[in-house]
């Protein structure tokens, strides 16, 4: 299996498609202006090869596109493509579409991943392929594009999720979550969610921003952006998974996915995330020493974490110091069962 990748900053997708040769499958990203215009000239410029595409910031080795036009092309895999749509309301209708799709692949022992690039409704989704692919032991990573429309083989959706099913026709291929926050020793009860509009009420009785300020020692208005630092936490399990925290109103927390009664919440704070990164790239090369490339999805958050510290130019060399990187900037990450939020993951191969 091999990840190659083109860019241009100006949108010219002929320079972008100079590096892509003999592609298996294509993803790319564009720009709202662009989009229809780019997912079209792919389907001519090669009509019979499964591509995907969407708006987002997107990213390979050290190069950053927040503009333009970026093409990553797969060599050595099967792919099957399709899409769910009714996301907003219903992304079970057409869930037959993922079981014919998977059908195509005939996945081996860790050779297969599902991927996917969605424009909402993370959790629902997120359910709706588990329901296909747990059964299957097929991991799922992916997440929430920055734009409502997407493209599929030069079309474009909108309230929709594009997936691809991909396999590494020649070595395994694996997925990785991580997560630069470390829990706190505070533990709380979400007493009163509304997790139709992601807002979280009350923590133990009492008001939910009140609960947050009081425990970090901040002021309202510092509360508003906090979360890049103090991040919440849902504790399932020996496991962790991050909720961002969207807007402060009134005494209610707005976040960027759902909480739900008598969840267990923690308050998250800042590890040492070279010692994390350094810590998730050893874990890749030990599974796989030849790793050939890396396919990672940041969130945007996350992001602008790491851009504030004035450490994603490094991040990006650290990752594409052994092997190819590259991915895009999400908005809500998806890995196996859960959405997650201010998270890295990825899927690398041999």
Not at 13 to 39: C, G, M, V, W, Y
Not at 252 to 271: H, Q
Not at 276 to 290: H, Q, R
């Amino acid at each position: 299996m091999k990840l190659m990748y083109g860019f241009s900053k100006n949108g010219i997708l002929t320079d972008a498609l100079t590096r892509i040769k003999n592609p298996d499958a294509i993803i790319f990203l564009s720009n709202p202006d662009q989009l229809e215009q780019h997912a079209k000239e792919i389907a001519q410029c090669f009509p019979d090869i499964p591509s995907i595409g969407a708006i987002s910031i997107g990213y390979a080795n050290q190069h950053t596109l927040s503009e333009g036009v970026i093409v990553y092309g797969f060599q050595d895999v099967t792919v099957a493509i399709d899409i769910l749509d009714h996301l907003s309301t219903m992304p079970v209708r057409h869930i037959d579409r993922m079981t014919r799709a998977l059908r195509q692949i005939e996945p081996g022992d860790a050779d297969t991943i599902c991927f996917d690039i969605s424009v909402g409704n993370d959790t629902m989704l997120v359910a709706t392929f588990n329901s296909v692919l747990e059964n299957k032991n097929i991991p799922l990573v992916g997440g929430r594009s920055s734009g409502a429309i997407l493209a599929l083989n030069g079309s474009l959706y909108t309230d929709s999720c594009v997936f691809m099913f991909l396999k590494n026709n020649s070595g395994t291929i694996k997925t990785y979550r991580e997560n630069i926050y470390v829990p706190t020793d505070k533990r709380f009860l979400a007493t009163k969610t509304n997790p139709n509009t992601n807002q979280v009420v009350e923590i133990d009785g009492r008001p939910a921003a009140t609960v947050y300020c009081e425990e970090l020692g901040i002021g309202r208005e510092e509360a508003q952006t906090q979360t890049l630092t103090n991040p919440l936490g849902r504790v399932y399990g020996n496991e962790t998974y991050l909720v961002s925290i969207q807007d402060i109103s009134g005494q209610t927390l707005s976040c960027y996915k759902p909480i739900y009664n008598m969840d267990v919440l923690t308050i998250m704070e800042k590890g040492d995330y070279h010692q994390i990164i350094a810590d998730t790239l050893e874990t890749i090369y030990d599974d796989l020493p030849n790793c050939k490339g890396i396919f990672s999805i940041n969130c945007i958050v996350r992001y602008q974490f790491l851009e504030n510290e004035n450490y994603w130019p490094t991040y990006l060399n650290r990752m594409s110091d052994k092997c190819t990187h590259a991915g895009f900037v999400s908005y809500g990450e998806h890995f196996n069962r859960q959405h997650v939020n201010q998270t890295m993951c990825c899927f690398a191969f041999d």
